[in-house]
């Protein structure tokens, strides 16, 4: 497995700012990813962030709206920029190791 | 149709009794496959990996069924711990992961 710190854990915004959430894994993995889960709902993923090149991302999801940056093999970060209540969600950052995907204990983000 | 589909739940079980979750999934493309157990407002944790010759850890059992396309989660002696959403995860194309919707059990004295 991984250790993965994530952080902030969670944080209260006003519309129309921006939070950023930091990912740091103990190991070198080529691959993060990013993850919103909204209430009652599952996991979906936000983009695929690469070390060296721009991140992936999935369908409804835009670099405008969901800037990430990967430095290096062991970092990433996901902001969430020009927030609205409906950006209201537990964010997380993953990585696959072999034997699955793990993740990070999640940014439970509530915007006002 | 989605690509993995759970029953939602929620199962109401009595301590000690026996469960057991089935999960199908549409894309027979699909590598591995995943429990993960979700606690509320907690990030989701392997449970176990499920092969087709079976998975068992402790009161735990993985089934995979490629022909009918379907892997299954059985809980034996339930503990009000094991409380918990259970989600279905599927990988394809390499690192492809798609998530079920959870099945959320109720243990209850």
């Known amino acids: 497995s991984a250790v993965i710190s994530q952080k902030p854990s969670r944080d209260i915004c006003q519309r129309g700012t921006s939070l950023t959430i930091q990912c740091q894994v103990d190991s070198q993995v080529t691959m993060m990813f990013w993850y919103r889960q909204q209430p009652g709902q599952s996991l979906t993923l936000i983009a695929t962030?690469?070390?060296?090149?721009?991140?992936?991302?999935e369908s409804g999801f835009v670099i405008d709206k969901f800037p990430i940056s990967r430095p290096n093999l062991t970092f990433s970060t996901l902001t969430v920029s020009n927030m609205s209540p409906e950006d209201s969600s537990i964010y997380l950052c993953?990585?696959?190791?072999?034997?699955?995907?793990?993740f990070g204990s999640g940014t439970q983000l509530s915007v006002l | 149709r989605k690509e993995v589909e759970q029953d939602p739940g929620p199962f109401n079980v009595p301590e000690g009794a026996t469960v057991a979750f089935n999960c199908t999934y549409s894309?027979?493309?699909?590598?591995?496959f995943f429990w993960y157990r979700q606690d509320c407002r907690k990030e989701p944790k392997l449970l176990m990996s499920v092969y087709s010759s079976g998975n068992e850890d402790g009161r735990f059992t993985a089934q995979l069924n490629r022909a009918s396309q379907y892997i299954s989660l059985l809980i034996r002696d339930s503990k009000l711990s094991d409380s918990a959403t259970y989600l279905c995860?599927?990988?394809?194309?390499?690192?492809?992961?798609?998530f079920g919707a959870g099945t959320r059990l109720f243990v209850k004295a």
């Open positions: 995860v599927v990988i394809r194309g390499g690192f492809k992961t798609i």
């Open positions: 962030a690469n070390q060296g090149s721009e991140a992936t991302y």
């Open positions: 993953s990585v696959t190791i072999t034997g699955g995907l793990f």
């Open positions: 894309n027979s493309a699909s590598q591995s």
